[in-house]
């Protein structure tokens, strides 16, 4: 477990430590400020299960993107786990995936290390790869399509089209000026408003159905049946809070 070169942060690092430590796993903590060739030095010597790469500030993303590249220059099989403040699931799978082929897991926060560590050291840890891989390959085509997506006008046409402000004309006094008191309102018209797509991303159940909002979601074959039922869950909590 290392923080990457060029980067000083370690309080992540230190928790992810902590927790593995806790769940008896042996760690081995580098520090900070970490050369990719010390991190390669340090797993040649240890041959440890997965090897950690953690960082906070956005050059970090690009040292990452390196350590990987030289992980697989010199035929390491190891798994890569990534973690940090400005890394992403996304980024992994676009930009690091992409350098390392045997394994590479964007870990969201430090609680979910053990699992993380526990599916790479158990029997199934070739499944849970490809379901990783499956789910990275699903969002590195995503990000690709939003590219092809994009049409850029020229700097000559956006300049024509800047907006063009009246500064002489005034804007319409508000109906309402001050704190407005709304009184026996029904709450359940409220619920109807809920945007339950990032109540089911919030618990990584993305499922891998064409359309994966609510409630398209209830019908994808792998995650379907648990999101039906912490949607029951969740509904049956919002009716004691508006009991």
Same mark, same amino acid.
């Given at each position: ?11 992540? #690092? ?26 390669? &030095?340090? $797993? *040649? +010597?240890?041959? =440890?299960?997965?090897?950690? *790469? ?6 970090s993303l690009d040292e990452m993107v390196y350590? $990987?590249?030289?992980? #697989? ?6 798994p890569l786990m990534i973690g940090g403040a ?47 891989? +499956?789910?990275? #390959?699903?969002?590195?085509? &995503? ?8 049409? !850029? ?9 800047? =907006?063009? *402000? ?5 804007? =319409?006094?508000? #109906? ?19 945007? !339950?797509?990032? @109540? ?24 379907? =049946?648990? %999101? &039906?039922?912490? @949607? %029951?869950?969740?509904? +049956?909590?919002? %009716?004691?809070?508006?009991?």
């Amino acid at each position: 477990m290392a923080t990457v070169k060029g980067d000083v942060h370690d309080i992540g #690092k230190n928790i992810v430590g902590v927790v593995l430590g806790c769940n008896n796993y042996n760690v081995i903590d580098m520090g900070v400020m970490v050369p990719a060739e010390k991190i390669l &030095e340090k $797993a *040649l +010597e240890t041959k =440890p299960d997965v090897i950690w *790469l953690s960082g906070l500030i956005t050059p970090s993303l690009d040292e990452m993107v390196y350590v $990987a590249e030289q992980l #697989k220059a010199r035929g390491f099989t190891t798994p890569l786990m990534i973690g940090g403040a400005t890394t992403s699931k996304r980024h992994t799978a676009v930009k690091i995936q992409t350098k390392y082929p045997h394994g590479v897991i964007h870990v969201l926060d430090a609680s979910r290390s053990c699992t993380v560590v526990s599916a790479l050291k158990g029997l199934e840890k070739v499944g849970y790869l490809d379901d990783i891989n +499956e789910e990275y #390959k699903e969002i590195r085509d &995503e990000y690709y399509a939003t590219l092809i997506d994009k049409k !850029w006008k020229t700097l000559a046409k956006a300049k024509t089209m800047k =907006p063009m *402000l009246d500064w002489t004309r005034v804007p =319409p006094k508000p #109906k309402f000026i001050g704190t407005q008191f709304i009184e026996d309102h029904d709450i359940n018209e409220l619920v109807e408003y809920i945007d !339950w797509t990032p @109540f089911f991303q919030v618990y990584q159940l993305r499922g891998k159905y064409p359309n994966r909002d609510y409630p398209a979601i209830f019908k994808d074959a792998r995650v379907g =049946p648990e %999101a &039906e039922k912490l @949607f %029951a869950e969740a509904k +049956e909590m919002l %009716a004691w809070i508006v009991k």
